[in-house]
């Protein structure tokens, strides 16, 4: 099984998820990338790859340059001044109104987005330069402005489709952070030309490399304060920490945004699981070098392409039987259960000896919850005796992303593997908008229907 393993320690940006993976590929496939990024009719934006060295340690990284400046999608270094913040608005407000314009008229897909960016851009420019010189090309942009963009590209279905999901997730995390609707998020560092390119060109790679599976150990995602768009804030931004959750993170090293959005949203995207570093034998290794030159530690993201044995994943089954529990002791005792990390609990009726009723408590469980699982057993049920069986369970692979519905933003399951995919939607939310429209769940899955087929 062909796999990817990222090694996010030093943190992770869109730029250097390009690189790391570039670094896996051959020259000519490196050349290749570069003509597909250049011809995506981005204005007025040329795209290199260049080596280089953190700490002693060579790799690549990407340069994006917007009418000849270098952008950053990293939060910390877009400082958005006070003084500017009105010309900023009336750049703002003429995207929108041309984007009003351009989605009422049929034009060449390349020719469409060249020009629904070079009218802003170079609006902007010519407003923004005219007090300070400083290199910062950030503009807001809204996910249907995003969403017309992405869909004229030459591009994949495939890319089109992923990059369009990366960017529901960081709308669906905006929409969270700012309690409001996903159609009122207006992006600001991730609406850059840069950020748009980053996404495109990861979704362009991995679909390039074509893993069988992807995995990332824990990310880094530094610490202290940040400044962005909405001032100053703690790291991660608020965003970031909401494309983080149930990923696992620490925050070591350097008292900075160690990983952006953009960086979040792909991992946690792509990445089937985040887990420690399994058996693999190591075929290529990338290693993705970040903006900031550091005197403490190496800035760069490190990915492997590797191949792992596809086996199946051992778990262990405790039983037991019971005759003497109520219901209701029963019902808690399994509530315990879950929320101490048990995979399943379920019970099954029997009959035991002296033909009483009784049944038989199963917990499914890793390994290594194995001791914690027995203890609570014997702690809220009245057995005696506990059985244990070790099996192994063969899983697809699942992963979330955030949708938006005519209900709103809504987290839609998919599961894939063995030649299935599967797409659902979590029944809570089900019975939360049949409840809230007065309507039965058939009605629902009905108009939700459209996002759990399989093309």
Known sequence: MKVLFFQPEMGAAGDMINAALLGLLSKEEQEEYLHFMNSLGLPDTKISIEQGHRKGIAGLSIKVLIHSFEEDDNYS???????????????EKMLHNHHQEVIHHHIHPEKHVHNHYEHHHKEYHKHHHEDHHEHNHGFHTSMGFIEDILNQMPVSDMIRK??????????????????VCVDQIHFHEVGNLDAIADIVGACYLIEKINPDRIYSSSINTGFGTVQCAHGILPVPAPATAYLLQGIPTFADYAPMELCTPTGAAILGYFCNEFIKMPPMIFEKIGYGLGKRESKDYANVLRVFLAEMEDTAEPIIKLECNLDDMSSEQIAFAAEVLFEHGARDVYTIPITMKKSRPGIILSVICMPEKRNEMVSLIFKHTSTLGIRELSINRYCLDRKFFNVDTKFGPLSLKESKGYGVIKRKFEFDDLSRIAKENECSIEEVLIELKKFTEIE
């Open 77 to 91: 270094d877009h400082n958005h001044h006070l003084e500017h913040h009105n010309r900023h608005h009336d750049c």
């Open 162 to 179: 992923n990059a369009l999901a990366v960017y529901h997730r960081i709308a669906f995390a905006e929409s969270k952070a700012h309690g």
